[in-house]
């Protein structure tokens, strides 16, 4: 059985993107919309909850897009710094990118989708990144800190499956889940569950910032436990097709800040989202392109963790080694 791709994360469908690896051109634009959010999930790194202040206008959101289009970029994360189905602005800006001929991965924790919205999305040039972190209403309530996230998830779910987000070639959905103690157990489970319903699956390990930090006693796994889980996913055959999965896992290299531009709701232009500490400018005072080829940018796009791991889980790593010397 082959393991799906979600549309928007594929790069061997696309020529394209190696045009534009070859002028040192971002592949992917990430947008991110406002920190508003009903759960409290547990192992946030961006500690969502609250409405802040200082976004983007709908026009400054259509001025990126444009911006984004002048690289020739042909697909957008809405990876959120929140839910970003709260955001009253997010429908007019996957509109206004279908207009342009970009498509959409909108990562969300599904529980606003109902069949109306759904069925709106998937006649849209939209595919869906959503949270899972379990299979039982105890554990998911309580990793996403909010009584019926369990129930109001799988609803949406069920919606996008309704929908026909997964009964497309290649799929439209994509399902992602954080290990921690309570679910480390189910993620084999959720792995076939996934690829046996033609549901992209990603499984990640918790980076150390904003509330996991807080929870960590209650969520940390040890690194035996995540090697132990690593070569038990590398029995299933069908994983070694799956290239996306291995960006999650420890000691395994990635190309974010080399491939992807990031923009965050207050304009800030970032490495990736997971490093929303390195400011490299602002859309409000600067061009994108004059922002990405910046020194400062180049720098960062040379930059690989400690052993090939994720940039920004090694910085978020030794800030949280810091703070537990003190």
Known sequence: MKVPVVRGFETERDPAIYTNLQKDFPYTGNINFNTTCNLRCLFCFTSAGLRSEGQLSLEEYFDVIDQ?????????????????FLDPLLMPVLEYA????????????????NDNLAGKLFNMPVSILGKWEG???????????????????????????????????????????????????QAAK????????????TVETMQWKGRAVENLEKLKVSSEEIRTLWNQMNKIPEIKELNFFGSYQDNERCSASRTMLTV???????????????????????????????????????????????????????????????
């Open 68 to 84: 984004m289009a002048e690289f020739d970029i042909k697909r957008i994360h809405v990876e959120g710094m929140g839910e970003p």
């Open 135 to 185: 299979f039982d209403e105890e554990t998911v309530d309580y990793l996403v800190g909010e009584k019926g996230g369990f129930r109001n998830m799988e609803s949406g779910f069920k919606a996008l499956i309704n929908a026909g987000f997964n009964k497309t070639d290649p799929s439209r959905l994509c399902l992602d889940t954080v290990i921690t103690k309570q679910n480390i157990s």
């Open 264 to 326: 965050n709701f207050n304009g800030d232009a970032h490495p990736c989202l997971g490093r929303n500490d390195i400011v490299l400018g602002n859309v409000r005072t600067g061009k994108l392109k004059d922002i990405w080829f910046s020194d400062e940018a180049k720098k960062y796009r040379m930059m690989e963790g400690e052993g090939g791991e994720c940039p920004a889980k090694t910085h978020a790593r030794k800030l949280y080694e810091k703070l537990q010397a003190k």
């Open 98 to 113: 279908m207009n342009k001929g970009i498509w959409a991965v909108v990562f969300t924790n599904m529980t606003l989708i």
């Open 190 to 201: 959720f792995v076939r569950f996934c690829i046996e319903n033609n549901i992209q699956p």
